[in-house]
């Protein structure tokens, strides 16, 4: 007898068009080309974090110029750059090395985590470049045996972590949902605006105006084999977007644009742009631009 082959229900295909990192929460994003997926996202997003003396996580909504620092994590360290500031390698915080680097308590959100102090020498560069009067500042990188988890109440998604992001380890755009807002923008007279307002990690070519809205499941056919991606639902939006990422100035032009056509009574009609998701399968794989994807719809 031949044997059956169960496969996946496909509604729609596309292909990875960009991937972004944020290795500090906050911070410039680095285009890349490829990226180990993790359990937690792409390798090495939000892992790092600045707080305030309080221990609060410090985010473009007080501190805009915060995004002309460029983190780049390397095997050594943390590499840090920022206008009229000497480059900065900030080593690996090490939980098990002779000298433990000390954890401190912070908050991100509702949450208080337990994070790993990277030293005095990043303390002074970043309080120094943010140039806050009154203010100091540290660097801490999430500590890999306290994890936050993602809140997934009200899913039947399973438990997963996350670093620092701001509740779930992916957020997925498609480049359609972009080309549609900015000819919005053109047509009352605003300039386009870049991806990377959005701080999303994976852009999706192939797809309709906020297909990725309906989608419930993603699987991206890596090299190394599948990456399943489950949805969680849609990002709301904060100030964050109106902030020009190249000139730190904020205007309102983009909310006040997106509150037009984007609030979503499933949301408590807030503005929402992109998908919040999780990995669920297929961490420890690369995913590359250009990358072919499918995906299910949920059932309406």
């Known amino acids: 007898m031949q044997e059956v082959q169960h496969t996946m229900q496909v509604d729609l295909t596309g292909t990875i068009q960009a991937l972004y990192q944020f ?3 906050g911070v410039a994003g680095n285009l890349l080309t490829e990226s180990i997926i993790t359990s937690v996202g792409l390798q090495h997003d939000r892992q790092w974090l600045i707080i305030d003396e309080s221990g609060h996580f410090i985010t473009q909504r007080q501190i805009p110029h915060l995004v002309w620092i460029l983190a780049q994590a390397s095997d050594k360290g943390l590499i840090l750059n920022a206008p009229n500031q000497t480059e900065l390698l900030v080593p690996w915080a090490q939980t098990h090395s002779p000298h433990t680097p000390n954890t401190l308590t912070v908050q991100v959100w509702r ?11 990043s303390a ?8 806050v009067p009154g203010k100091s500042f540290r660097l801490v990188q999430a500590h890999a045996e306290h994890p936050r988890s993602a809140n997934l109440k009200g899913t039947t998604l399973p438990r997963t972590s996350n670093w620092f992001s701001d509740g779930y380890g992916l957020n997925i755009l498609s480049q359609a949902s972009m080309t549609a807002l900015n000819d919005r923008l053109a047509e009352v007279g605003h300039e386009p605006v870049d991806a990377l307002r ?7 070519a192939g797809l309709q105006p906020h297909e990725e809205d309906s989608i419930e499941s993603l699987t991206i056919h890596s090299s190394n084999g599948p990456v399943m991606i489950s ?10 977007p109106n902030i020009n ?3 730190a100035i904020s205007s309102p032009e983009v909310n006040d644009t997106l509150a037009g056509y984007r609030r979503l009574i499933s949301m408590n009609d807030e503005i929402c742009f992109a998908m919040n998701a999780i990995v669920t399968q297929g961490a420890g794989h690369i995913v590359k631009v250009g990358d072919p994807i499918e995906a299910t719809l949920k059932l309406s």
């Open 231 to 240: 949805m969680v639902k849609p990002c709301t939006r904060c100030a964050v």
């Open 124 to 131: 002074k560069w970043v309080t120094q470049y943010l140039d």
């Open 245 to 247: 990422p190249f000139t």
């Open 198 to 204: 959005f701080r999303s990690n994976i852009i999706l």
């Open 111 to 121: 949450d208080s985590v337990t994070a790993l102090d990277c030293g005095e020498v």
């Open 23 to 25: 290795p500090i929460k």
